[in-house]
């Protein structure tokens, strides 16, 4: 397939004070010649008047950038125009651009696949890339940035260069089976050396959960009968109105979501239907999405003015008792772990401090290694493979079989690069993308 010239603003829409139109492909240089009249000078900013390459009407005065290939993000000839950023400025630059014989408009993702197709980035930093894009959080930006330079690749290249002697050792055995005693030792001493290297890639694999907890967020249900406050809390704690306060029983029949920073840490709020007995089968279905939203919570905040109501145990994380309307007279929700009043503030600085403080004890610390599915795939593969190999139960009889074992090892670790895979999980992973990345 010959590749084609593609052309994109990489920058949001939207009026700004700079925008920026990404080029890459072989034509990108007659780009940069059709519209500024000459080759910028590779690697330094070149103040040019953009013209239409038809008519030579001045366009726009801009900062050209020009990244000669393999030496690009792309590994292609790539050229950059820093333009003003007003919408008519932008469309008519861009316009031009792609009237240029061999450019063709960007797809999602493109300029990243192209990356990735040239050797300028393996699939663990495509997705690093992904989340970086993403981030909206400190710990976020760092996991993903971790992601982004390698580190998964890193950590996967460390533990083959660990497993390769220790398959070397096995296969020298096979080589040379008359040398018994050497092969004995040899073979102990590998099997010692597998133990404390599953060990490790287990470790690795532990860190995944808290790694999906940065990506996904943690979550925290808010929950309790009609009434008590939960709504009012929610609208409290995103510091604007998101859900419908109302007296009437049954307002919230659907589960809402609200994402935020705590300390750095994404937390997602779910303000949930009230838990009662009803006929009404639109707030019954609200209730067994309730129901559901605690059971997949990592805190459930269970919100209750007094001791009337009965209490639904249906979380698997834990569960934080919250006394509510402390403001009004009357009794108080005995046994609370917190008491608060929404309304005036009331009790809400500790409440919110003990909520970030559990976002970070499941989320925080060092940036995990494993992050996606398919970084916990490949390590489980590389786990399971040396436990396989780990559990035969002598080694001198059948050193071709823990060889094998080990080959699979070395196989898993080695799809970190993503180098093989499927056409369509490529296609759904940079169509993730915007266009001008």
């Known amino acids: 397939m010959i590749a084609r010239t593609i052309a994109s603003v990489s920058t949001p829409p939207g009026t700004s004070g700079v925008a920026v139109i990404r080029v890459s492909g072989p034509d990108a240089a007659n780009v940069a010649v059709a519209l500024a009249g000459t080759l910028p000078e590779p690697r330094r900013a070149s103040l040019v008047t953009l013209r239409d390459p038809n008519h030579g009407e001045p366009l726009d005065r801009a900062l050209a950038l020009w990244f000669q290939g393999p030496s690009s993000f792309t590994g292609e000839d790539v050229l950059e125009l820093q333009v003003h950023g007003g919408r008519a400025v932008v469309a008519a630059v861009l316009k031009a651009v792609l009237a240029v014989p061999g450019a063709r408009p960007a797809e999602p993702g493109e300029f990243t696949r192209r990356a990735f197709e040239n050797g300028r980035l393996d699939l663990s930093e495509v997705e690093g890339l992904g ?15 971790g992601l982004f330079s390698g580190r998964l690749t890193s950590e996967a290249d460390r533990l083959q260069a660990r497993l390769l002697p220790i398959l070397a050792g096995v296969e020298a055995t096979i ?7 050497v092969t004995g030792a040899a073979l102990a001493g590998a099997r010692h050396d597998l133990a404390e290297l599953a060990a490790e890639v287990g470790a690795l694999l532990a860190g995944a959960a808290r790694g999906e907890k940065v990506r996904d967020g943690v979550i925290v249900a808010i929950a309790g009968p009609p009434n008590a406050g939960k ?35 994404a937390v997602v709020l779910v303000d949930t239907a009230g838990l009662r007995e009803t006929a009404d089968p639109v707030e019954a279905e609200g209730i067994r999405r309730t129901r559901e939203r605690m059971a997949g919570a990592d805190l459930t905040l269970w919100l209750c003015a007094d001791d009337s109501a009965e ?13 509510t309307q402390i403001d009004r007279e009357g009794p108080i929700f005995a046994g609370a772990d917190y ?31 494993v992050v996606h599915q398919r970084h ?45 895979g499927t056409e369509a999980m490529l296609d759904r992973l940079f169509s993730a993308f915007c266009i001008g990345k």
């Open 311 to 323: 209490f639904f145990d249906d979380s698997r994380g834990d569960v934080w008792r919250i006394a």
């Open 376 to 420: 916990r795939l490949i390590f489980e593969d590389a786990v399971s493979a040396m436990a396989s190999a780990l559990a035969l139960p002598t080694w001198d009889d059948h050193p071709e079989l823990v060889a094998e074992r080990l080959r699979q090892g070395l196989a898993a670790l080695g799809r970190s690069r993503g180098r093989v």
């Open 339 to 369: 008491r608060i009043s929404a309304l005036t503030g009331e009790g809400m600085a500790g409440l919110i401090d003990a909520i970030a403080a559990f976002a970070a004890a499941r989320a925080g610390g060092e940036p995990a290694v």
């Open 131 to 145: 989340d970086l894009l993403q981030a909206e959080t400190e710990a976020q930006r760092r996991q993903a940035y």
């Open 231 to 265: 709504s009012t809390l929610l609208n409290a704690l995103a510091r604007r109105d998101v859900a419908i306060v109302s007296p009437l029983a049954g307002t919230t029949r659907d589960s809402l979501e609200v994402h935020l920073d705590l300390g750095g840490v």
């Open 175 to 181: 080589d040379f089976p008359d040398e018994g005693d």
